[in-house]
């Protein structure tokens, strides 16, 4: 009996169907890491927020203070003014992330473009000396330090998100340099060269899209490592009137006996937020295929 025309159209469009169910269900992690992130920016910027954001502003003690310990109404209690905590956490983890991903982004952005200038075989030469110099960098695992310190002098918070993307963009360039040296050896590179595609067409159609592909493994490995660090930052005093948790905590430091919370709320919520990003970086970095990461994550 012959194929109905509606067979014949369900056959035609059974496999491109499951081929690309297939491919969202290889992509599985990267998809729920997106839907994570999307939740996670919804919670952390919608909602009201206080008129006045400076730390030292939000944590004043005077005669009208009116915090509160936590409760049904206020789950992590108040700030001296009357403020939610949870509120005021919530805010200043999104500060933080807006930064780490600018950061994470800006730096994976020049390690993909240092790695394909490698990859057009410029390093010879005039590229050499500074490959060197990049290789010496491997003795100093602590990088983070440079950012600490021009931060610290500087007394200028933009001076750290630059100092940050140079050193993300120079040691994840190693790795990108790595993949694409992977990639010149394969077999499928060597098939192409061998029916005659240019260096520029291989570069197009096979490199460029495996670097970005374990570029997001890379950011979703590096956002969580900034804002820790900025957390840090925070808590020396080096970030100014930019709200983030280590800002809180230092300017709660007074209050421990008095009003513990404002010490422990932020510092939970932190905790949370770099536990449960760090593990979705490392699974997404896994499903890119960003195994060789930098030394300093």
């Known amino acids: 009996m012959p194929d109905s025309p509606t067979n ?11 081929a690309a169910f297939a491919r969202l269900w290889r992509e599985r992690w990267i998809l729920a890491l997106a839907l994570i992130y999307w939740i996670t920016i919804g919670w952390l910027f919608l909602g009201e927020r206080p008129v006045d954001l400076r730390p030292e502003r939000l944590l004043a003690v005077d005669d ?4 509160l310990p936590p409760g049904s109404v206020h789950w992590l209690g108040t700030t001296p ?30 390690a993909v473009v240092i790695a394909l200038i490698g ?13 060197e110099i990049g290789e010496s960098f491997d003795c100093l695992p602590a990088m983070w330090v440079f950012v600490v310190i021009g931060a610290g002098l500087s007394g200028r918070w933009d001076w750290f998100l630059g100092l940050a993307m140079l050193i993300i963009g120079w040691q994840a360039s190693r790795s990108m340099r790595l993949w694409t040296d ?13 029916l005659g595609l240019s260096t520029r067409q291989l570069l197009i159609r096979r490199i460029i899209p495996v670097l970005l592909r374990r570029s997001v493994g890379l ?4 956002i969580p490592v900034v804002v820790m660090l900025e957390m840090s ?10 709200l983030n948790i280590g800002t809180l905590v230092a300017e709660a430091q007074p209050y421990l006996l008095e009003a513990p919370w404002l010490i422990i709320g932020p510092g939970l919520i932190a905790g949370g937020f770099i536990t449960i990003f760090s593990i979705l970086g490392f699974a997404v970095a896994r499903a890119t295929g960003a195994r060789e990461i930098p030394i300093f994550l």
Do not use: C, N, Y
Not at 119 to 131: A, H, I, V, Y
Not at 182 to 194: A, K, N, P, T, Y
């Open 219 to 222: 950011i979703a490995l590096l």
């Open 8 to 18: 014949k159209r369900r056959s035609r469009l059974s496999p491109p169907l499951v």
């Open 81 to 110: 003014g009357g403020e939610d905590l949870l509120m005021v956490s919530r805010l200043a983890i999104a500060s933080s992330m807006a930064r780490a991903v600018l950061v994470a982004f800006g730096g994976v952005g020049l």
């Open 64 to 67: 009208s203070a009116q915090w």
């Open 182 to 194: 992977q990639l010149r050896q394969s077999r499928h590179h060597l098939v192409g060269h061998g």
């Open 119 to 131: 990859s057009l075989d410029l390093w010879q030469g005039r590229w050499r000396f500074f490959k």
């Open 233 to 242: 930052l925070g808590f020396l005093g080096l970030t100014g009137d930019w």
